[in-house]
């Protein structure tokens, strides 16, 4: 199998822990934030002290709903240098509260003020290769360019920078190469493999870490999902921003506490918990991309019904993450998981595949059966526009994340009812038609907030 264009994203690149409410307007730019201050920290001194003034523009979707998914206060971490999986999300949210809020950045000796007044918000068309750009430039006393980075933030928490290789780029090759379903069902015939069996060689090959590693991380990403549920079915009040928008998820809770009896508690339950986790990102606590965190409450609401309702065993709730990793992996290289691109089907489309994938295979499904069942979870998402109102992950946002986990337990129903075989349309397939979806679909539903549910609230 040819490793020219081979898949090379690990498990924990796509699933990772940071604070909300948006792996693309909040995870990403800190994280390009902070590898600004690294590069500032490398400058010669005599090059550092000529900087004055730091200046951050924005364009694109990051520009469009940046203010609601907390970008600039995001960025003013990573300048200060905070990372993700490490931050305060308190801390974080107490950043940028007033006009006047100034932060100095420090490096090499040199102090450089940084506040409101330092980020741009460009409006209008941009031909950047990504529509979440952000230019960072440190400016002498004149006005004049010092160092500047251009970003991408490309989706899940994923970033690029102009003249760089991507992040996460690995000269190690997987054990066993793939970037297609099609290539990966080739390996597992001829080696006689196991979905899980594979994704363990390759995570191995490209991380260098031991099984028992990467069993013991995977395990610390389902306990950060599940700590966010039982965060969210506690807590209580407002959430932040002008919406005003009341948590839902402690009361959906207690309901489903009192109908347990029900045939259809189980699915009350699934909702308060992707709810709960959903909210939780929307307050800016920490979650979990699977793969972003605008769609962060799919999974762990999944996760937590197959642990505490189900009582899966620790290794099929391992092995059903490693098939999820598998469809995310082949959604990122061939379509994309932005918002900025792919609209919603990129986020709630991608973990609702997962998600079905996962149950499939945690539940003895062959590696036809999980394909099927991703291939229903992304063809019943196509075209699902991004239009959050205010710019804000709430609304439709958090109770998306629970219809997402809803058409995923349905197609892994369908998949272990019928006969694989009897699907018209391959996994390989539905991706070329998501990706021609995204490219066509017009950005005013891209994460913008111009269109669609993003104007209701000034219509009502």
Request: glycine residues 10%.
């Given at each position: 199998?040819?490793?020219k ?8 690149d796509l ?6 409410p ?6 990403g730019p800190m ?5 600004f201050l ?11 002290q000529?900087?004055?003034?730091l200046?951050?523009?924005?364009y ?5 709903t940046g ?10 971490g990573?300048?200060?240098?905070w ?11 107490g950043?940028m509260?007033?006009k006047?809020d100034t ?5 090499q ?14 409006k ?7 529509p979440n750009t952000?230019i960072l430039?440190l400016l002498d ?6 160092i500047?980075?251009e ?5 899940g ?10 992040e ?9 190469p ?11 015939r001829?080696g006689?493999?196991?979905?899980s ?5 390759n ?11 990467i069993v013991?991380?995977?395990?610390q990403?389902?306990d950060?999902m ?8 506690r807590?209580k009040g407002?959430?932040?921003?002008s919406?005003?928008l ?11 506490k ?5 045939t259809d508690s189980f699915?009350i339950?699934?909702?308060s918990?992707?709810?709960a ?6 307050a800016?606590s920490i ?14 609401g ?6 505490y ?9 391992r ?8 469809i995310?992996?082949?959604v990122k290289h061939?379509a994309s998981i932005?918002?900025?691109e792919m609209?919603c089907?990129?986020?709630i ?5 997962m ?9 003895g499904?062959?590696?036809?059966h999980?394909?099927a069942?991703?291939e229903?979870g ?10 959050p109102i205010?710019?804000?992950v709430?609304?439709?946002c958090?109770e998306?994340?629970?219809?997402g986990?809803?058409?995923?337990y ?13 699907q ?6 539905v991706?070329?038609?998501m990706?021609?979806t995204?490219?066509?679909m017009?950005?005013k539903?891209?994460e913008t907030?111009e269109a669609?549910?993003?104007l ?5």
């Amino acid at each position: 199998m040819s490793s020219k264009n081979a898949i090379t994203t690990s498990l924990f690149d796509l699933f990772k822990v940071g604070p909300g409410p948006s792996s693309s307007h909040t995870i990403g730019p800190m994280k390009a934030a902070y590898l600004f201050l690294q590069q500032l920290i490398q400058l010669p001194t005599e090059q550092a002290q000529r900087g004055k003034l730091l200046q951050i523009n924005l364009y694109g979707s990051l520009s469009a709903t940046g203010k609601g998914h907390g970008t600039d206060r995001a960025i003013v971490g990573g300048l200060l240098g905070w990372q993700p999986h490490t931050c305060d999300p308190k801390q974080l949210s107490g950043l940028m509260k007033k006009k006047e809020d100034t932060y100095e950045i420090q490096f090499q000796g040199t102090n450089v003020p940084v506040s409101e007044s330092s980020i741009v918000y460009h409006k209008g068309k941009t031909s950047f290769p990504h529509p979440n750009t952000m230019i960072l430039r440190l400016l002498d006393e004149a006005g004049q360019t010092v160092i500047e980075g251009e970003f991408y933030s490309v989706g899940g928490g994923f970033i690029q920078q102009k003249g760089y290789e991507p992040e996460g780029t690995t000269h190690r090759l997987p054990a066993y190469p793939y970037s297609t379903m099609e290539e990966l069902q080739a390996h597992l015939r001829a080696g006689n493999l196991t979905l899980s069996q594979l994704m363990i060689e390759n995570e191995k090959s490209l991380t260098c870490l031991s099984e028992k590693e990467i069993v013991r991380k995977i395990d610390q990403i389902l306990d950060f999902m599940h700590k966010a549920v039982k965060r969210g079915v506690r807590a209580k009040g407002i959430l932040p921003g002008s919406i005003r928008l009341q948590r839902k998820a402690p009361l959906l809770y207690e309901r489903a506490k009192q109908h347990a009896s029900t045939t259809d508690s189980f699915l009350i339950f699934l909702n308060s918990y992707c709810l709960a986790a959903s909210e939780e990102n929307a307050a800016g606590s920490i979650v979990v991309t699977a793969p972003t965190s605008g769609a962060s409450g799919v999974f762990p609401g999944l996760t937590y019904l197959m642990k505490y309702h189900f009582h899966y065993s620790p290794q099929k709730m391992r092995d059903g993450m490693l098939a999820a990793g598998a469809i995310g992996f082949l959604v990122k290289h061939n379509a994309s998981i932005s918002g900025a691109e792919m609209g919603c089907m990129g986020e709630i489309g991608t973990a609702s595949a997962m998600g079905a994938a996962m149950l499939t295979y945690a539940a003895g499904g062959s590696i036809e059966h999980v394909e099927a069942a991703a291939e229903i979870g992304i063809e019943h998402h196509l075209g699902m526009t991004c239009d959050p109102i205010g710019g804000y992950v709430q609304i439709p946002c958090i109770e998306r994340n629970a219809m997402g986990a809803a058409k995923a337990y349905n197609a892994y129903l369908l998949a272990m009812t019928i006969d694989p075989g009897m699907q018209k349309i391959s996994f390989d397939s539905v991706i070329k038609v998501m990706r021609a979806t995204g490219r066509d679909m017009s950005k005013k539903y891209k994460e913008t907030s111009e269109a669609g549910l993003a104007l209701s609230v000034t219509e009502c």
